[in-house]
């Protein structure tokens, strides 16, 4: 038979092992891009044209060099130009969460744009700083509405973890690409891996749905 389900329950606790440092490095990366993601969104509508400028540009180049192209340069060229060097989970949460906060950067400065100016105009009237009314009245007010975004920002995160393997980060493709090496199963590890993907990904889905409709609902309560 093609599946052996006996290397399959041997299989299985190997792979659950790989499954918490994966969600990891998904939660720390996305963390780290919607916190980078709104500096870019803020310094984007900064009233200094360098920063404008400066700020644009490294969201474009970013955006347009490929993720894994990145992460070597993060885990292998870095460390030779500077005296710092970085862990393969370290350097996997800077690159998925730089890459992709220029992308949050862009859901979030459109959602700023979308709030009515008078939001602005009272928060001047009100003689209120820079700062307070980033925190107390834009932001608060921009990020409901884009829940749904981030929340699939978030599973795609998930689902370039295993871009990681390429610099030797522990996750779940990589723990399968092991276990094929030693036992020279293929069909089963990969299909495994699969479908922990799948639900995984389901279940992230399912309960950005919930947090959707709960602020949706929050304004008739």
């Known amino acids: 038979m093609l599946w052996n389900w006996d290397y399959v329950e041997e299989l299985m606790p190997i792979l659950m092992k790989a499954i918490p440092a994966t969600l990891l490095a998904t939660v720390c990366g996305f963390a780290l891009a919607a916190i980078v993601g709104m500096v870019f969104a803020m310094a984007i509508r900064s009233r200094s044209a360098i920063v404008r400028r400066t700020t644009k540009g490294i969201v474009d180049f970013i955006r ?29 949460v800077i690159g998925l969460g730089l ?41 608060p007010q921009a990020i409901p509405p884009i829940i749904p975004i981030m929340g699939n920002y978030l599973i795609v995160i998930f689902k370039e973890t295993p871009t990681l393997s390429a610099i030797t980060f522990i996750e779940l493709l990589l ?47």
């Open 64 to 92: 347009k060099t490929p993720l894994l192209v990145q992460l070597f340069f993060l885990f292998y060229s870095l460390p030779m130009l500077t005296p710092f060097g970085m862990t393969a989970f370290v350097t996997g």
């Open 99 to 139: 890459h992709y906060a220029t992308y949050l950067s862009e859901v979030y400065r459109s959602s700023i744009d979308a709030l009515p100016k008078g939001q602005w105009e009272a928060a001047t009237a009100l003689n209120l700083s820079k700062t307070k009314t980033w925190f107390s009245i834009v932001i």
């Open 175 to 221: 723990r399968a690409k092991n276990e094929v090496s030693k036992s020279y199963h293929v069909f089963e590890p990969y299909t495994i891996v699969g479908i922990i993907f799948i639900v995984i990904s389901l279940l992230m889905s399912f309960g950005i749905s919930r947090l959707e409709r709960r602020y949706l609902q929050r304004p008739s309560a």
